[in-house]
């Protein structure tokens, strides 16, 4: 007996069927592995980030426990970011990078031209002065580069950066204290603890932008 009439198939069906399929397969290939992940060339990324601060030149002389400094002084404060040797080949790039990632903009230097003032009791028994810092964050920063056909290596890991945040009222002060012995040595920034102080009132804002 000869073949079924309803189990052929047109010709036209079947040769539909086989353009369709050659079509479409290409269509539905999948890419290169390393296409979707060969960009960004450079990745920073960013831990152990934490609130911090950096001294300042703004600060009074040195005085006698039980005295009142007053201090006043009009100047402009200044303080650079602390950065590892081979962070500052670049240092900028991490600075923008970073105050994109954790939250806060921070940059390279601030600056601020006021009338600096504070009042404090050095305790007795010590000596001490009036110091400024600029608050500031410091944080780990690991840099990778990508390398075909599908990976990243380490250019470096971990490396520490402390950078002062350039925007906002961030104006810290402490009394660094020293025992009076000490007044023989020669260097006149040594100190053997600090003790903060309460925030100051009406200090000026700084909306600079980071440099």
Request: charged share 20%; glycine share 6%; aromatic share 10%.
């Amino acid at each position: 007996m000869g073949r079924s009439i309803k189990n052929r198939k047109p010709r036209w069906l079947v040769l539909m069927v086989a353009v369709l399929a050659g079509f479409t397969v290409p269509l539905m290939a999948t890419p290169p592995a390393h296409a979707a992940c060969d960009t960004p060339h450079t990745i920073y990324q960013f831990s152990s980030v934490r609130k911090s601060a950096l001294m300042t030149n703004v600060r009074s002389a040195w005085a006698d426990g039980g005295f009142t400094i007053n201090y006043q002084e009009n100047k402009t404060a200044t303080v650079n970011a602390s950065v590892t040797g081979t962070v500052s080949a670049e240092a900028g790039i991490v600075f923008a990078k970073a105050s994109a990632s954790i939250g806060v903009t921070v940059g390279g230097s601030w600056s601020k031209s006021s009338t600096w003032s504070y009042s404090a009791q050095v305790p007795k028994g010590m000596e001490g002065r009036i110091v400024m810092y600029r608050e500031s964050r410091a944080f780990l920063v690991t840099k990778k580069r990508f390398q075909p056909p599908c990976r990243y290596v380490v250019v470096y890991r971990n490396a520490h950066v402390n950078a002062p945040v350039t925007r906002g009222d961030g104006y810290i002060f402490r009394m660094q204290l020293r025992s009076k012995s000490f007044r023989a040595k020669v260097d006149n920034d040594y100190f053997e603890k600090e003790i903060d102080l309460p925030p100051p009132r009406d200090m000026p804002r700084d909306d600079q932008s980071p440099r």
